[in-house]
């Protein structure tokens, strides 16, 4: 199993970010939301994400991409809120105001002797204007973040256990993942076959804020997306049933764990998905659409935040903004159109803006490269990347499909019986169930144009939906035949989670005893060399002598010598430059001479796994190479050491490779 420090320090680190963002962005506000828990962290998520992939597609189009750029601009779009310009009037006046606050604030605090930034910053009045958000108690509240947290956690523990079964490291859309993240360093975002490179652009600011590594980040992204996914389906069901936290957990935990009955790819369950990641923002859009308050009270700034959303759905996969967003919002908009007339307005007019903006950006970039714009939205709505391939079900996908779409159907049926009773509080669910009945009724479709892995990967989060849905009309359409008697929360949590552990339990053995598959611990101990190579030494001070197929990795990284290279002309090159390295004008003369201070050369161990990635006859003459080298006085040393990869570093230029050597 996949072991590095970085998988668990990286959501760690981001978590700490969330923290930070929050703590500034209550020391800058005027009142407190009347948003708490999950419906604070959601909404504001959904909204940075956007913000994130938007700013980076920006930036990216005047080569200015990088960490330090979005984190100003971050903070600077927050002191833009806290300082609360009126566009009616001066700025000028409004400056000169705030700098003699500022300086009478400051002095006031020396004079008391009191700090500049102290608790009372952070006590703000609470915002009592009403919006759609409904009321949750205290106790209420700690269960939703306690759930979520739980949630979050157990989810990545789930996908991680997946490593043992994962066929995903170094294949070949893994190196196009790769490639991909570097891109956006290299300021390239437009016409990568596939992708609209929003998912690519959060990958790689994730990266960069956590302080790791792009292989890390392909490694782990996977089980981050999950986790914020699994807290998504739980709000959302918590949010169309009125806060009733049962049906939430069922969806939640069906989607990490009933594998027997979702269209999953377990070789592939650690594998980032761009569809993951967008339903964590189309899921909440479409909340917002239904209950427009929840996102802004303020019509303007309503249809704002709603413009920026859909635009970042549009670039981090178009095919679930298409086949998810597109089909809700119309749903929405049949049943609540009455209700919300003005915000749906303005929902429609900010899709068809976005819309039109992504046409005219690919339009537009599309004639200065001459690419075709067809191939590539089409590319974009079909996998190149993934394929179904699911031995763990229970019963063949068809028949499964089949059992659901009688569910939702009769689901569908006890809902509008529901629904004709109480309009306002079955609305949403009327929503969502039609949507996942339409989706179901797609399988039916044999030649369909839609592509049928992304299908499964819909129907993998749809159906536990399903499940905490069914749960909820059906116990509430009982309840109306059958008087039911009270219970506390915790009872209710226990027992709903005891079920489920039970239910996977019976099914665990079964399902995982059908995937052929497992990881090749060759993959992970490439991954963890060259981790390790990115972690402790300069970037560009040294070369890697590797497989041709590895040079994804070295780009923007380090030099790369192929095994031909390295087996023909290092040892010529190598005696050259050392003939010569005291000769400074010869140097200059002939750079291509010169060798990177150090030069690490990956070493094979003969076994059935490593013949897919070199031939065992290029590993003994790479060995022969590395004595020949030896014999000349070079200093080499074992700078990896695993049972089926090593790697050997061979120093041309003492201490003057690893970080920690030019530091101390």
Not at 312 to 335: E, G, K, Q, R
Not at 425 to 441: D, E
Request: hydrophobic share 50%; proline share 3%; net charge positive.
């Amino acid at each position: 199993m996949f072991a590095n420090l970085d998988l668990f320090l990286g959501p760690l680190r981001f978590a700490i970010f969330l923290v930070f963002v929050y703590l500034l962005n209550r020391l800058v506000t005027l009142k407190l939301s009347n948003q708490v828990g999950l419906d604070y962290f959601i909404p504001r998520y959904t909204m940075l994400i956007s913000v994130l992939v938007i700013a980076s597609f920006f930036l990216t189009q005047i080569n200015a991409y990088d960490l330090m750029t979005i984190l100003v601009l971050l903070v600077f779009f927050i002191v833009l809120s806290f300082i609360n310009l009126k566009r009616d009037k001066s700025f000028r006046l409004q400056f000169r105001k705030i700098r003699s606050r500022l300086i009478i604030y400051t002095i006031r605090n020396f004079e008391n002797r009191k700090k500049i930034i102290n608790k009372e910053n952070f006590r703000k009045n609470k915002d009592r204007q009403k919006t759609d958000q409904e009321f949750i108690s205290r106790k209420e509240r700690r269960w939703q973040i306690g759930i979520g947290l739980g949630l979050a956690m157990v989810a990545f523990a789930s996908r991680y256990f997946f490593f043992e079964y994962d066929t995903f490291s170094l294949s070949d859309p893994w190196y196009n993942s790769l490639e991909n993240i570097k891109d956006i360093s290299s300021q390239n975002w437009f016409f990568h076959k596939g992708t609209m490179m929003g998912d690519y652009a959060i990958m790689n600011f994730y990266g960069a804020l956590t302080d790791i590594s792009d292989l890390i980040i392909i490694e782990s992204f996977g089980l981050l997306e999950s986790s914020l996914l699994t807290v998504v389906i739980f709000w959302v069901l918590f949010k169309i049933t009125h806060t009733k936290f049962i049906p939430g957990l069922i969806a939640a935990l069906s989607f990490l764990f009933l594998y027997a009955f979702l269209p999953l790819n377990l070789n592939l369950l650690v594998q980032h998905k761009p569809s993951f990641l967008a339903l964590t923002m189309v899921l909440p859009t479409v909340i917002f659409i239904l209950n427009p308050t929840f996102l802004r009270k303020k019509k303007s700034s309503y249809f704002i935040w709603i413009s920026i959303i859909f635009t970042a759905c549009f670039f981090i996969d178009l095919f679930v903004t298409i086949i998810v967003l597109l089909p809700l919002l119309f749903l929405s908009v049949l049943f609540s159109f009455k209700c919300n007339k003005h915000y749906l307005l303005r929902t429609f007019a900010a899709f068809d803006l976005s819309l039109l903006f992504i046409l005219v950006t690919h339009y537009l970039a599309s004639l200065v490269k001459e690419v075709s714009l067809f191939d590539f939205y089409a590319s974009n709505l079909f996998s190149l990347n993934i394929y179904s391939y699911s031995p763990q079900l229970i019963t063949s996908l068809d028949q499964l499909i089949f059992y659901y779409q009688i569910l939702a159907g009769i689901t569908l049926l006890f809902a509008l019986i529901l629904f004709i009773k109480d309009r306002k509080k079955w609305l949403q669910i009327m929503v969502f169930l039609i949507y996942i009945n339409m989706l179901l009724v797609l399988n039916s479709f044999e030649d369909s144009f839609l592509d049928v892995d992304l299908l499964n990967q819909l129907y993998a989060v749809f159906i536990p939906i399903l499940f905490g849905i069914s749960f909820f009309v059906l116990f509430r359409f009982i309840s109306l035949v059958i008087p039911t008697f009270k219970m506390k929360l915790a009872y209710k949590i226990t027992i709903t989670v005891s079920v489920v552990i039970v239910i996977i339990f019976y099914l665990s053995k079964n399902p995982l005893s059908k995937v052929p598959f497992h990881q090749d611990k060759i993959k992970e101990q490439i991954i963890r060399a060259y981790d390790q190579l990115d972690s402790k030494l300069l970037p560009y001070s040294y070369a890697v002598s590797n497989t041709y197929q590895n040079v994804a990795i070295s780009r923007n990284s380090h030099y790369f010598i192929d095994y031909s290279y390295f087996n023909s002309d290092y040892l010529v090159q190598d005696s050259l430059y050392h003939d010569h390295r005291s000769n400074t004008l010869f140097l200059q003369e002939h750079p291509e001479l010169i060798l990177p201070k150090s030069t690490f050369v990956f070493v094979y161990e003969e076994s059935s796994n490593s013949k897919y990635f070199t031939e065992p006859q290029v590993q003994q003459q790479t060995l022969k190479t590395l004595e020949v080298l030896k014999q000349r006085g070079r200093k080499i040393s074992l700078f990896f050491n695993q049972p089926e990869v090593k790697v050997y570093e061979i120093e041309n230029e003492p201490h003057a490779s690893k970080i920690n050597d030019l530091i101390f």
